[in-house]
């Protein structure tokens, strides 16, 4: 019994500890929630991993140039329910894409919904970002309206995209 006592408040730390790095982790802390950003791009590879998937895109610049950007989305366990596999992101492809962007202003975000060349939405979000049919839906007609911000459009038309 005194053993128990002397190991209680060790034992109790840790799992402290270790449910706040689990917090952390999933928080979104380092995403622009309230942004969502539209942009095309060239598909360099696509990460199909634990504890999450990362799709990189070249995006071209305005001066021709491109940057390199990266996108968190969902583990492959909630992914292959969705249709998406770790043949989806093929490189060379085109893709159209929503992400909420780094709060930090490095190119990369937390991807919402894909589209690509067959027009065909995918859903590769995880659960800090929205990339579902009604988001979906949203970002079509602000799209075809010339948006590729939900600042903008929301500015603009007075109506926010669903969280």
């Avoid at 005194?2 to 500890?17: C, D, I, Q, V």
């Avoid at 093929?90 to 894409?97: A, D, H, L, S, Y």
Wanted: aromatic share 12%; hydrophobic share 35%; glycine share 12%.
């Amino acid at each position: 019994m005194n053993m128990f006592r002397k190991l209680l408040p060790a034992a109790s730390a840790a799992a402290l500890l270790f449910m706040t790095a689990a917090e952390a982790h999933h928080a979104f802390a380092m995403f622009d929630r309230d942004q969502e950003i539209v942009k095309t791009g060239t598909v360099v590879r696509w990460a199909f991993n634990n504890p999450h998937s990362w799709l990189y895109v070249n995006v071209k610049n305005p001066d021709g140039s491109e940057t390199l950007w990266s996108f968190e989305g969902s583990a492959p366990t909630g992914l292959i329910s969705r249709g998406i596999t770790g043949d989806t992101f093929k490189p060379g492809e085109t893709v159209q894409f929503m992400f909420c962007p780094l709060k930090d202003g490095r190119p990369g975000g937390a991807i919402g919904w894909a589209k690509g060349k067959d027009g065909k939405y995918l859903n590769p979000a995880d659960g800090g970002r929205n990339g579902g049919d009604a988001n979906q839906k949203k970002w079509e007609e602000w799209l075809a309206k010339g948006y590729t911000s939900s600042k903008d459009a929301e500015a603009a038309t007075g109506s926010s995209a669903p969280k």
